[in-house]
């Protein structure tokens, strides 16, 4: 069954500090994997796309990693803003996933504090 | 550019109501659209998904219908609302499968 586990659930950080969110998915066949960002009581938005062959893709302070082999992903987020506050989803895309081919996490909901 | 929109933001509606959710999409022709719900603390699932005018397929059994009576613009209705409706409701376009899905700004479906 493919699956998309995100960790941790919910994280508190410093403004200014960095963070790691972390992405593990069982997807199969992979076609592609996405981070999105939601703010609270809106759609989701994308931040990142990463392929088979990539390693690493930087969006700005938000910097995304792909380890095909592990099925992990993580995106790192440098010198937090309060507007980072926000849920983040990975999505990962592939043939064997639902109807519309995505497989959506339950989303990392981080929060920056002053 | 493309833009998608979905109305209205918040809906506060009484159990036993209509129900419709409006999206279109600007800039593009032919696009794949879908309706998600979206609960708290979990992903979010699929609940529509049309191809084409008229082309309509349903992933979960439920209260709730689709309608995509003009290219770029797909409506979610219900005939009477229940209180499971509640929920926050995305309507998202794509270009096709393994593309970059764009959503709308959600609306938060209260019923009452």
């Known amino acids: 069954k493919n699956q998309v586990e995100q960790s941790p659930q919910s994280l508190i950080i410093l403004e200014g500090k960095n963070c790691t969110l972390q992405c593990n998915y069982t997807v199969s066949p992979f076609s592609n994997l996405r981070w999105y960002k939601q703010d609270t009581g809106r759609g989701p938005v994308s931040l990142t796309i990463m392929t088979f062959s990539e390693n690493t893709k930087s969006n700005g302070r938000y910097t995304a990693t792909l380890d095909a082999d592990t099925k992990q992903s993580s995106l790192h987020i440098t010198a937090s803003q309060l507007s980072d506050s926000a849920s983040y989803i990975c999505?990962?895309?592939?043939?064997?996933?639902?109807?519309?081919?995505?497989?959506f996490g339950k989303g990392t909901h981080l929060i920056i504090q002053p | 550019s493309q833009t998608i929109h979905q109305w209205p933001a918040t809906l506060v509606q009484p159990v036993g109501s209509p129900l419709s959710l409006e999206c279109t999409v600007e800039?593009?022709?032919?696009?794949?659209l879908y309706w998600y719900r979206q609960a708290a603390g979990r992903g979010l699932q699929l609940l529509f998904y049309s191809v084409g005018i008229g082309q309509i397929s349903s992933e979960v059994p439920q209260n709730l219908s689709a309608s995509r009576p003009q290219d770029r613009q797909f409506i979610l209705s219900s005939k009477k609302l229940l209180l499971s409706d509640s929920g926050f409701y995305l309507c998202a376009w794509r270009s096709g499968l393994n593309t970059e899905a764009f959503f709308g700004q959600g609306t938060r479906l209260t019923v009452v």
């Open positions: 999505v990962v895309s592939g043939d064997g996933g639902g109807a519309d081919g995505l497989t």
């Open positions: 800039g593009t022709s032919n696009p794949n």
